[in-house]
Nanobody, 132 residues
């Protein structure tokens, strides 16, 4: 089955760290840009970060800038989101989505547009809870 699967969520104390994974099944992530976004209960969906075809092409939203790193490991067919100094307001379900590289203009434009429903693949999410 062709799918994206997120993992790595869980309960963490404020100030802690988590590494989320977005792994592709039955297709190759090499040809796709990846977006991470999140949604907390009762709140609107919010962009987190995106990566293009290489780890030199990234974008971060202000809410996570300086605390998070997105990077891809094509050998593992996985994109990671390393999140540090976590805050209670980071609590949400985190999703990843994949967009075919030849269909995007820039990673920043893709990320800021946030049209996840139009991307080629989307995962079902992993829950992150930041609480003491």
């Amino acid at each position: 089955q062709v799918q994206l699967v997120e993992s790595g969520g869980g309960l963490v104390q404020p100030g802690g760290s988590l590494r989320l994974s977005c792994t592709a099944s039955r297709f190759t992530l090499d040809y796709y840009a990846i977006a991470w976004f999140r949604q907390a209960p009762g709140k609107e969906r919010e962009g987190v970060s995106c990566v293009g075809g290489s780890n030199s092409s990234t974008y971060y939203f202000d809410s996570v800038k300086g605390r998070s790193t997105i990077f891809r490991d094509n050998a593992k067919n996985t994109v990671y989101l390393q999140m540090n100094s976590l805050k209670p307001e980071d609590s949400a379900v985190y999703y990843c989505a994949a967009a075919y590289l030849k269909r995007i203009t820039t990673v920043e434009a893709m990320c800021r547009r946030g049209n996840y429903a139009a991307m080629d693949y989307r995962g079902k999410g992993t829950l992150v809870t930041v609480s003491s």
